[in-house]
């Protein structure tokens, strides 16, 4: 158990629905990052949040936003779903001067 | 925009025997290699990662290799076991001095089955 959670661990929902993946970090990681999963893009970063702020953006798509909360929680918004996002998405959180990432159990994400 | 490549894609090999999966990266900046190792249905998980100011390092039946001049890192599963079959990825971390966060670039994946 790497000490990260993720809410739901399977959601399915319908083309040009809007959806929230939900992720709680390791105690004291303030770093969170976001991970889609597919079969034919492997893991692709989408974003990275530290202490409330936005750090890096990677391939997100602007369907897609994400925000950390104060309590450091961090919640992933997909909205006008395409069946092309269907995947795993994986959060994972870091302590500050530690290279290393824990992940957590991902959400799969099917649109039908 | 930083590229990983590795491979093979996909790996079939006898228990006890040796596993080799290979990555290849195009800066040589970066200060920090690992590799990540994901079963079915879970999140990846750090296996081992090595500095480039050394050539190997081993933990256990898991082996990294270094190769600068070659740009390339490879991972060694000795007497690779039934239990030992995942997923395999290696990373790159953003470029040192570079304030673009601290997220990782993988390569493909290496899909690695161990016969008993």
């Known amino acids: 158990d790497s000490g990260v959670t993720q809410t739901p661990k399977h959601l399915i929902t319908a083309t040009g629905q809007r959806v929230t993946l939900r992720c709680s970090p390791r105690?004291?990681?303030?770093?969170v990052y976001w991970y889609q999963q597919s079969l034919d893009q492997g893991l692709q970063f989408l974003i990275q949040?530290?202490?409330?702020?936005?750090?890096a953006k990677g391939n997100i798509l602007e369907r897609f936003s994400a925000q950390q909360f104060p309590d450091l929680h961090s919640e992933l918004n997909l909205s006008s779903l395409e069946l092309g996002d269907s995947a795993l998405y994986f959060c994972a959180s870091t302590t500050e001067g530690n290279n290393e990432q824990f992940f957590g159990p991902g959400t799969r994400l099917t649109v039908l | 925009q930083q590229q990983v490549k590795q491979s093979p894609q996909s790996l079939i090999v006898q228990k006890g025997g040796i596993s080799i999966i290979n990555c290849a990266y195009e800066n040589t900046a970066f200060d920090y290699f690992p590799w990540y190792q994901q079963f079915p249905g879970k999140g990846p998980a750090l296996l081992i990662a090595i500095r480039p100011d050394v050539s190997e390092k081993k933990e256990g039946r898991f082996t990294i290799s270094f190769n600068k001049s070659a740009k390339q890192f490879s991972l060694h599963i000795m007497d690779s076991q039934p239990g030992d079959s995942a997923t395999y990825f290696c990373a790159e971390p953003p470029l040192p001095n570079n304030n673009a966060g601290n997220m990782l670039t993988f390569g493909g994946g290496t899909r690695l089955m161990v016969k008993p």
């Open positions: 105690s004291g990681d303030l770093s």
């Open positions: 949040y530290y202490n409330g702020e936005e750090r």
